[in-house]
């Protein structure tokens, strides 16, 4: 059973930096792909960023790429997202998720944590 819980979400000025975690009380952990997606206010859902089993692959959606970065610890069970030169559009409800493969499709993910508020003002 795979559990994620995030956090290190909160209130930042634009230009700032936070970082969040998601924990995973499973096993099996190290063989997921973990994936970053957010919820802005009135949108849907949209992906954010992933990274492979090993650590060794990430992606990111293009409006993040440069000032966030995804990292993970296996040994921990946790995965990361480093946010840097946060903006006010950045300000979502940011969810972590596992699933069996590459995908940016929120359908792709079998497993959620229950998101953490990321707000930037201005």
């Known amino acids: 059973q795979v559990q994620l819980v995030e956090s290190g979400g909160g209130l930042v000025q634009a230009g700032g930096s936070l970082r969040l975690s998601c924990g995973n009380s499973?096993?099996?952990?190290?063989?997921?792909?973990m994936a970053w997606f957010r919820r802005a206010p009135g949108k849907e859902r949209a992906f954010v960023s992933i990274?492979?089993?090993?650590?060794?692959?990430?992606n990111y959606a293009g409006s993040v790429k440069g000032r966030f970065t995804i990292s993970r610890d296996n040994a921990k069970n946790t995965v990361y997202l480093q946010m840097n030169s946060l903006k006010p559009e950045d300000t979502a409800v940011y969810y972590c998720?596992?699933?069996?493969?590459?995908?940016?499709?929120?359908?792709?993910?079998?497993?959620w944590g229950q998101g953490t508020q990321v707000t930037v003002s201005s």
């Open positions: 990274i492979n089993p090993s650590g060794a692959t990430t």
């Open positions: 998720a596992a699933g069996p493969r590459f995908d940016i499709n929120v359908q792709g993910y079998d497993y």
């Open positions: 499973g096993r099996t952990f190290s063989s997921y792909y």
